[in-house]
């Protein structure tokens, strides 16, 4: 609480600050520790294996290598795998980089589902 003088009125002590203080804290420059999101690593790594999985049968069953009644489905697989492969393939590159320190990778790229 302030204190009044005789008068009623606060009387508040001012100070000059120093010309050393050039605005910034050090607490600012210090960086914060990144918290790994493990949710959205599981995610990719299982949109990465399961692509994978789709294109390779896909590509099986349309060379002929593997014989199916059915060869409709082909394509199915593997545009559903591409679909599943580029963006886990994309986040498990960024996993991967952040993991080895890469300069201008970090688990803050990764979209977490908090």
Not at 8 to 25: E, P, T
Not at 92 to 108: L, N, T
């Amino acid at each position: 609480m302030a204190k009044k003088n005789a008068s009623g009125n606060s009387v508040v002590r001012y100070h000059k600050i120093s010309q050393i203080d050039d605005g910034f804290v050090d607490l600012q420059f210090e960086k914060p520790q990144v918290k790994i999101p493990w949710k959205a690593i599981t995610l990719a790594v299982f949109l990465f294996v399961v692509g994978i999985v789709l294109i390779i049968i896909g590509s099986l069953l349309l060379t002929g290598y593997i014989d199916a009644k059915h060869t409709e489905s082909t394509w199915i697989l593997i545009v559903l795998g591409s679909l599943m492969f580029i963006p886990g393939g994309y986040h498990v590159g960024i996993v991967y980089y952040a993991y080895c320190s890469y300069p201008g990778y970090s688990y803050d790229d990764i979209p977490d589902f908090n």
